[in-house]
């Protein structure tokens, strides 16, 4: 198949991982428009692009996100292909904003979550789950003594704001979205309510998204129409780990171009 662009049947929103820059996905958004798919990806506040860098005195999180930045970046999405379906989706933390996005403000076609999944320490085998359960509870206090959060220096994400990792923190304690600072304290019921189809793809071997951690993403909505799909490394021609795929992202555009029907809201046959 030729990866020149043809007509897009639809506009999917994309949410990055947590500190990786809109560029990185750029040979993804290429062979998604091979295949109808416009991709409109958004820069999180503090990375890449973005002018803003988190400190002490210029913090943000989970609010300021889902408010203030997303809306903007779908609204010129919409606005560059009109009439289009719009899909909201993400890779990692990306796809559990685009959710909760998809929850406060509506107007997701679609749904599409690559690498990702609730967060909660329980979901996760073995001696990860005390290894995550433990991160979740010293991320508070070290963002607080710090004033952000080092990833650069622990080899997780990079520099992110604090109250960002806190919210993120809280998930991982809690496993749901419920009582977030400064947006609906009912989060959960929005996001219950959510219809629209919703594709979910696993890497096999990502440690970072146990099967279970997708299952609680996709069966926190109201879906009726789900999908979960796993992708091995012999699908992907690279690792089927948490990044890989971004470098050979051919087997992932196509799994979300199958899905996707053209326009009808429903999975293709």
Do not use: C, N
Not at 51 to 80: K, N
Not at 143 to 170: C, I, K, N, S
Not at 181 to 196: C, K, Q, T, V
């Amino acid at each position: 198949m030729s990866d020149a662009p043809i007509p897009a049947r639809a506009a999917l929103l994309w949410l990055p991982a947590l500190g990786v820059p809109a560029r990185k996905y750029a040979r993804f958004s290429a062979q998604l428009a091979a295949r109808g798919i416009a991709l409109g990806i958004h820069e999180w506040r503090g990375t890449g692009a973005h002018p803003a860098r988190p400190s002490r005195r210029h913090d943000w999180g989970y609010r300021e996100l889902l408010v203030e930045d997303i809306p903007a970046t779908r609204a010129a999405l919409a606005a560059a292909h009109p009439g289009l379906p719009v899909l909201y989706g993400g890779h990692s933390i990306g796809a559990q904003f685009a959710v909760m996005a998809a929850a406060l403000h509506g107007g997701a076609a679609g749904l599409v979550a690559v690498g990702s999944g609730v967060p909660h320490w329980r979901l996760f085998p073995g001696p990860l789950r005390w290894l995550v359960g433990a991160f979740g509870h010293v991320l508070p206090p070290l963002t607080r003594a710090v004033g952000t959060y080092p990833g650069h220096r622990l080899g997780f994400a990079g520099r992110e704001a604090g109250q960002l990792m806190r919210d993120w923190a809280q998930t991982v304690r809690r496993g749901h979205y419920d009582g977030l600072p400064g947006l609906p304290e009912r989060l959960g019921e929005r996001i219950a309510a959510l219809d629209p189809p919703f594709l979910g793809l696993r890497l096999a071997d990502d440690r970072l998204v146990p099967a279970a951690s997708l299952r609680a993403l996709v069966t926190a909505t109201g879906s009726v129409a789900s999908e979960e799909r796993v992708l091995d490394a012999t699908q992907l021609g690279v690792a089927a780990d948490h990044f890989a795929w971004m470098r050979e992202p051919r087997a992932v555009a196509e799994a979300i171009a199958g899905w996707w029907s053209g326009g009808e809201g429903g999975l293709s046959p």
